[in-house]
């Protein structure tokens, strides 16, 4: 079983920056993809960003150039790197990892930006 555990989130005003980190435990299996998904009150879950495992990323389109997710695979874990925030990134930020055999969740961590 894995255990995701999920940091870094908060209060900031707009333009501020956060940076979100997720530690993966109690797998030896390989963890492939490792994503961030976020969902804010009364919408549905969203992909944030994305990384494989050789580290090639994918972005939604309302964070490109502002968010940066990176890994480091001998730490199993997976940041998220979040500049120039805007009242609509409030949410709450949850992290994903895949295995071969199936993906795990984090608890999430949620992130407010005032304006």
């Known amino acids: 079983q894995v255990q995701l555990v999920e940091s870094g989130g908060g209060l900031v005003q707009a333009g501020g920056s956060l940076r979100l980190s997720c530690a993966a435990s109690?797998?030896?299996?390989?963890?492939?993809?490792m994503d961030w998904y976020r969902q804010a009150p009364g919408k549905q879950r969203e992909l944030v960003a994305a990384?494989?495992?050789?580290?090639?990323?994918n972005y939604a389109d309302s964070v490109k150039g502002r968010f940066t997710i990176s890994r480091d695979n001998s730490k199993k874990t997976v940041y998220l790197q979040m500049n120039s925030l805007k009242p609509e990134d409030t949410a709450g930020y949850y992290c994903?990892?895949?295995?071969?055999?199936?993906?795990?969740w984090g608890q999430g961590t949620q992130v407010t930006v005032s304006s």
């Open positions: 994903k990892v895949a295995t071969i055999f199936h993906d795990y």
């Open positions: 109690g797998t030896t299996f390989r963890i492939n993809n």
């Open positions: 990384i494989s495992r050789g580290g090639s990323t």
